[in-house]
């Protein structure tokens, strides 16, 4: 009797490892992922803005007027449960006008039209456990009832390019301008995903972009200390893609 009381014990103890193991392996299903993103942008250069004395942790320098925006579609690959690799394609427009701030006698003014492709990293550090379910793989999604089993927490970072054009007004022309360049950016923020059905993740982005140059809105600053920087504000969209037979994406 013992013997077979064992003999039983351990087979549900094998069969929950097994499923359990399975349902941990559920994200290799769909690998890959799209990624529709859009948002404000927000630039900090050498036009516009105020002197650091005047403006506490840089909050004077947000203006609806200086806002513009940008649109990004991303593909990810899961190289693990918690890393994603990702590459991203940005098309983002911003502004720069010394009106209402530290130097608004200059009247200094750009419009900046940009392109970044970059290449990214992405670590979860706080994972949703409802990609776990065997039954949200079959198609019963967590919707928004149940908000703090299905969110994702990430932090990004990796390198990216900055192609640009510059448009300016009057005085910045007179003083001279270069229409435009291409440089390295690094870029690194954080992110939540709200996990909304097997197939579509909703999510909120914000990363910032290092420049490697400080010459973005076309003019650079005697008294610059430190290199150009723009923000992302976005909303993601998720779409998630089967993986095949031989791990490339599938549309069937």
């Not at 250069?45 to 940008?70: A, C, H, M, P, V």
């Not at 140059?213 to 504000?233: A, E, I, K």
Request: charged share 15%; glycine share 12%.
């Amino acid at each position: 009797m013992k013997r077979s009381v064992l003999i039983i014990f351990l087979l549900c103890l094998l069969i929950i490892m097994t499923e359990n193991n399975a349902h941990g392996q559920l994200w290799k299903l769909k690998r890959w992922e799209t990624v529709v993103g859009f948002g404000p942008s927000f630039f900090f250069g050498d036009i516009g803005g105020y002197s650091q004395g005047e403006n506490l942790l840089g909050f004077k320098d947000l203006s609806f007027n200086q806002t513009r925006f940008n649109f990004n579609f991303n593909i990810k690959y899961r190289l693990s449960s918690n890393f994603n690799a990702r590459l991203s394609l940005t098309y983002a427009s911003f502004h720069a006008s010394d009106a209402k701030g530290s130097n608004e006698g200059r009247e200094f003014e750009a419009t900046m039209n940009a392109f970044e492709p970059a290449l990214l990293f992405e670590y979860y550090f706080i994972k949703n456990r409802a990609e776990s379910s065997y039954l949200f793989s079959k198609g019963r999604g967590t919707g928004f009832g149940n908000i703090l089993r299905s969110l994702d927490f990430y932090a990004f970072t990796g390198i990216g390019g900055l192609g640009y054009t510059i448009k300016g007004n009057d005085k910045l022309l007179t003083y001279g301008l270069d229409p435009g360049g291409y440089n390295a950016v690094i870029p690194v923020g954080v992110g939540t995903t709200l996990i909304y059905s097997p197939n579509y993740n909703f999510g909120i982005e914000f990363g910032g972009r290092y420049s490697f140059s400080d010459n973005f809105d076309g003019y650079t600053s005697q008294y610059s200390s430190s290199n150009d920087v723009y923000y992302f504000l976005n909303f993601t969209i998720t779409y998630k893609l089967k993986t095949g037979p031989k791990g490339w994406p599938s549309f069937r």
